[in-house]
C-alpha cells in the first residue's frame, strides 16, 4: 500500500543510477578500470566538499569512525594531548575513541541539544595551551545540532595555532557549508552513506597541506589505517588495501550529478538548497505542533519532538507503519525525539510528499492537527 | 569480440544474483530486515567454512588485512610477544604489520614458491618458548603455495599449548580443506571477494571458543577494530560500527547457493570439486609447456611459469588482450609469474573454455604448442 522509504540521516536512498553502479560487473581493483573509477571519486569528492587541488582526499573502506581512528593515529602521535569538545553521541564517541587509542585527553561535554559555545572552546583552550588536537563535530547526528564550525575553528586558531582541528563532517559534508581552507581544519571525516548518497562502508578524510606535511613526519601507530601509506598510492588510483571497488563505482554515480549541479550553479547555491529544504521541513513540523530538539538546527537532519503527550519514538513508529523509516534518538533521548533526513536521492517533491507523511504519522499518534496545515506550511516555505 | 573475464586470484567473477542483490533497495542497516541480513551471513559463512555453532565468525567492513590487524590486536597484549613464518608477500606482511603495531616479532622467512617445512616451524618455536602467538598463512597467493596447515598446528600445540594460532586464510577458506576446531586454530581470517564469490569490501574473522575466553580478558588496543565490541552484538545481527550493508546482501547471494552444495554433498565434496578443478587447470598449462611456480599449488590458484623465453607477464598480458584478467608476480617474482585463479563463480565448462584461451593466448607469445592439447588435458582431468 505504502512505497519504502528511508528518511533517516544516513543510511539515505540511493539513486537508480547507484543502483545501476552497484550491480555491474565486477572489476579488479588493480585494472586501470578501476584505477580511473578511484581517481574520479577523488576528483568528484574534491568539488562536493568544496576544496582545492592542494587538498588530498582519501578514500577508506571502512565507517567513518574507522576514517576518524585512521585520521588520529595517523596524525597525533600517543603521547600527544588530546582535546574534545562536544553535545552529543557522536562527540563523545571521538573522545572516548581517543582515550581507548590511549591518548591523554581533556574533553568538555555540553549539554545535548544545545549549539557548543565558543565561550567554551575558549576555556577548553586557555586551560591545555599546549594540546596537540582539538576534535569537533559539525553536525551532531545524535542532536540534530550544527556547531558553529567557523567561530570554533578561528578561535583555535587564535589560542593555538599549531594545534590540529580534526572534524567530524559526517554528516554536514556536502549539505552544510564547510570550508576547510578558509577556516584552516586540518581533517575533515566523512561517510559515503550520507550527503553523497551512496551505500555506507566507504569513509573520506580530506587532509590539509599542513597535515600533509605532519603526515611525512609522524608514524602511525595502525597499519590498515596508515594514511601516509593511503597518501603516496591514491593519487595513481591505487589504494594500500583491496577497497570495495564495488561501491567506489556507486558512489561515483551518486557524485556525478551533485558534481555537475555545484559546477554549474555553485556551492553555496547547493548548500542553500539542502538548507531550505531541511528548513521546510522544520517550519512543516510546527505547524503540527512538533519542535526541534536542536537549538540550532543542522541541514542535515531535524530532531522533532511530537506535540504532548506523543513521544519521539511513537512518530517514528507510525511513519515505519506508512513505509518511511526515520530514526529514533539515542540514549537518553531514545524515547524523547524522532530524527528525520533528506540527505540523499530527495528533492522538493519528495519533500512535499513526506508533509502529507508526516500529518497521517501524527493523526495515526493522535495528534489534534488540521489536515493541510503541514502541507501548506512546507509548500509554502519552498515557494 | 572476447568477453571480459575475471580469473584473478580475487576480486573473481561474481554471478547474476548477487549483481541483483547489490542493486537492491538501501537497507537502513538498523532495521529488522539488514539485521536477518547479517544474521543470515553469519549462518552460511559457518557452513562454508565447516565450523559448529560455538565458533563467533565476525564480519567487518575492511579488507582482509583490516580483520588481521582486528584479530592481532584484539587477542594478543602489545607487550606480547608474537612469532611469524613466511614464505611469499603475505606471510611477511603479517610480520610487517605487527611490527608496525609496536610488538616484539620473531620471524622466519623462507623461500618464496615452497611450502612451509614443519622443522622450521619447530626450530622457531624451540627458539622461543613464551611466544604469545604464531601468524601463518595457509595458501599463500602471492607464490600459489599452499602450506601444511594442520602439521604447522600439530606441532604448534605439542610445543607451546597456551600459543595463539593466527591463521591468513583468506584465499583458501571455502577451497581448500581447512578445519579450525579439529586442527586447534585460534582465529581465522578471509575476505569476502575470494572464495564466497562477493564483492570487495567485507573481510571475516572467526574465533574458537579459547579466543572468545581471552578476547574477554584481553583490552584491545584498536577501537574500530576491537573485536569484542563486534562479538557482543553481532549475534543479534547489529555491528558496533555502520556495515557495508549492501555487500552483505550480495555475500548472502553468493553464499546461498555454495552453501545449500556442502549442505547436500558435504564439505569435503566441495573441496574435492575445487582441488580438482584447480588440479585440471594445472594439468592442462603443464601440457601447454607451463610450470608450476608452487611445489604445493594451493586449490586458490595456479602459479604459472610459461616455458621459456615467453615471461609470465606476457602470458598475462596475452591473456588481457583476450579480454581475461588473470595477475602478474609480486616484488621479486613480478615478471616471472602469470596467477590464475578459478575461485569464484565458475564451474567446469567455464574451466574449459579456458584452456582453450590459454591455448590461443600462449600460440600468441609464439609458444611451441600443439593446438588442442591443453584442452584434451584439461577436459581428461575433468572426466
Not at 2 to 22: K, T
Not at 235 to 257: D, M, R, S
Not at 301 to 325: D, F, H, M, N
Request: hydrophobic residues 45%.
Amino acid at each position: 500500500m505504502y512505497r519504502q522509504r528511508l528518511i533517516a540521516p544516513g543510511p539515505v536512498e540511493i539513486s537508480p543510477a547507484v543502483q545501476a553502479a552497484l550491480s555491474a560487473r565486477q572489476l579488479h581493483h588493480r585494472s586501470p578500470e578501476a584505477k580511473a573509477v578511484v581517481k574520479r571519486a577523488r576528483e568528484l569528492l574534491r568539488v562536493v566538499a568544496g576544496v582545492s587541488e592542494a587538498i588530498e582526499p582519501i578514500i577508506l573502506t571502512a565507517s567513518g569512525t574507522g576514517a576518524f581512528e585512521a585520521v588520529l593515529t595517523s596524525l597525533v602521535a600517543r603521547e600527544d594531548q588530546v582535546l574534545s569538545i562536544s553535545a552529543g553521541k557522536f562527540g563523545e564517541r571521538w573522545a572516548d575513541m581517543a582515550k581507548a587509542l590511549g591518548y591523554s585527553v581533556q574533553e568538555k561535554r555540553l549539554e545535548w541539544g544545545k549549539s557548543i559555545p565558543v565561550s567554551a572552546v575558549q576555556v577548553l583552550l586557555e586551560a591545555n595551551p599546549n594540546a596537540r588536537a582539538l576534535l569537533v563535530t559539525h553536525s551532531e547526528t545524535s542532536t540534530g545540532a550544527l556547531h558553529d564550525l567557523e567561530q570554533i575553528a578561528h578561535m583555535a586558531k587564535q589560542k593555538n595555532p599549531e594545534m590540529l582541528l580534526i572534524v567530524d563532517a559526517i554528516t554536514s559534508l556536502g549539505v552544510a557549508e564547510l570550508r576547510l581552507e578558509a577556516w584552516g581544519l586540518d581533517a575533515v571525516i566523512s561517510g559515503s552513506q550520507k550527503a553523497t548518497g551512496a551505500p555506507p562502508g566507504l569513509a573520506f578524510a580530506f587532509l590539509s597541506t599542513r597535515a600533509l606535511e605532519i603526515l611525512n613526519s609522524t608514524k602511525s601507530t595502525g597499519y590498515y589505517f596508515d594514511l601516509r601509506r593511503e597518501v603516496k598510492v591514491q593519487a595513481t588510483g591505487e589504494t594500500a588495501f583491496t577497497p570495495a571497488i564495488n561501491l567506489i563505482v556507486g558512489l561515483n554515480a551518486a557524485l556525478e550529478p551533485i558534481a555537475a549541479e555545484i559546477l554549474e550553479f555553485g556551492i553555496e547555491a547547493y548548500w542553500a538548497n539542502k538548507k531550505a529544504l531541511n528548513n521546510a521541513l522544520l517550519l512543516c513540523a510546527k505547524a503540527l505542533g512538533c519542535s526541534s530538539y536542536a537549538d540550532s538546527p543542522s541541514p542535515a537532519c531535524v530532531t522533532l519532538v511530537p506535540p504532548e503527550p506523543i513521544s519521539g519514538r511513537e512518530l517514528w513508529a507510525a511513519l515505519l507503519k506508512r513505509g518511511a523509516r526515520a530514526q529514533t534518538g539515542q540514549d537518553g533521548i531514545k524515547d524523547k525525539i524522532c530524527r528525520i533526513s533528506f540527505m540523499g536521492h530527495f528533492d522538493r517533491y519528495d519533500a512535499l510528499g513526506f508533509a502529507g507523511l508526516l500529518e497521517e504519522s501524527l493523526l495515526d499518534c493522535g495528534a489534534n492537527i488540521t489536515r493541510g496545515a503541514g502541507v501548506a506550511a512546507l509548500w509554502q516555505a519552498l515557494g
